[in-house]
């Protein structure tokens, strides 16, 4: 994958800030529109990993990780804000680490973990549901196992009839992953660890979580290093899916994140 650039969608205002928004596991960047709207008047690059979306041509790519990250490094633009949803923050932490996209301004983290799989020492999910992720996937299950992963995110009593809506059409309107790329995704979640990387990470870093979300748990805040360029907040109200469930909330908290890093490099 050297010198290859994954596919992206762009919008907003060409001549704004870039702002680079990454997706996660089993839904390509369309599902994160919701955060370009919010923030029209960026440059807005969303950004699909290998097999998803725009990206999907390279699916034989979707086991590389070190290529996909490289890849991903090679598309981001100088002096981006980035921001990652999910498991789409193993890629773009250890990506902020390479020569190539070390001049990104900031990262921004959505309900993410630097390392999925629980241990003693650290929150996470356990190996029982990997295994069942694992088993439960099958080529001629894809479409109904991401459905019940879209309603895991959400439908946990902090969704409404709205965001229903908005992720079923969205869902019925997106060319879906294959088999190999979902299950390429399960093992790279299963082993890829990047706290390492994380705390070696010289930008501003915020690290969003939501109080009721079943796969990326909020006890992470006690977990995390916090200092001058890393903070966290919780979500009350949410689940999987702040940006979608306290959307003014979320803009706002992001907002004053990004005044702060902007005033800061001026």
């Not at 725009?54 to 991903?72: E, H, M, P, T």
């Not at 921001?83 to 932490?93: E, V």
């Not at 929150?123 to 295994?131: A, Q």
């Not at 660890?193 to 805040?221: F, M, N, S, W």
Request: charged share 20%; glycine share 6%.
């Amino acid at each position: 994958m050297d010198q290859i650039k994954l596919g992206y969608t762009r919008c907003g205002d060409p001549q704004g800030r870039p702002l680079c928004l990454i997706h996660g596991w089993g839904l390509d960047s369309s599902f994160l529109s919701p955060v370009a709207l919010m923030f029209s008047e960026r440059d807005v690059y969303l950004i699909d990993l290998p097999g998803y979306g725009k990206s999907r041509d390279i699916a034989v790519a979707s086991s590389d990780y070190q290529g996909a990250v490289q890849a991903l490094a090679d598309t981001i633009p100088a002096g981006s804000d980035v921001m990652a949803f999910s498991m789409g923050a193993l890629y773009a932490i250890k990506a902020l680490t390479t020569d190539r996209a070390a001049q990104a301004t900031s990262l921004i983290t959505i309900c993410s973990n630097s390392r999925f799989p629980r241990d003693p020492n650290w929150p996470g999910f356990s190996s029982d549901l990997l295994h069942r992720c694992r088993t439960m996937l099958t080529p001629n299950r894809c479409r109904r196992l991401l459905h019940l992963f879209i309603k895991l995110q959400l439908f946990d009593g902090h969704g409404t009839a709205d965001h229903a809506y908005f992720f079923d059409r969205t869902f019925r309107e997106s060319v879906l992953p294959d088999y190999k790329t979902l299950m390429d995704g399960i093992n790279i979640a299963s082993y890829a660890d990047v706290r390492e990387d994380l705390q070696y990470l010289k930008i501003p870093c915020l690290q969003l979580y939501g109080a009721h979300d079943r796969l990326v748990p909020a006890a992470l805040t006690y977990a995390l290093k916090s200092d001058d360029l890393r903070s966290s907040y919780i979500f009350v109200n949410s689940a999987h899916n702040p940006y979608i469930t306290e959307a003014e909330l979320f803009e706002k908290v992001v907002r004053e994140f990004f005044d702060k890093v902007h005033t800061f490099l001026h």
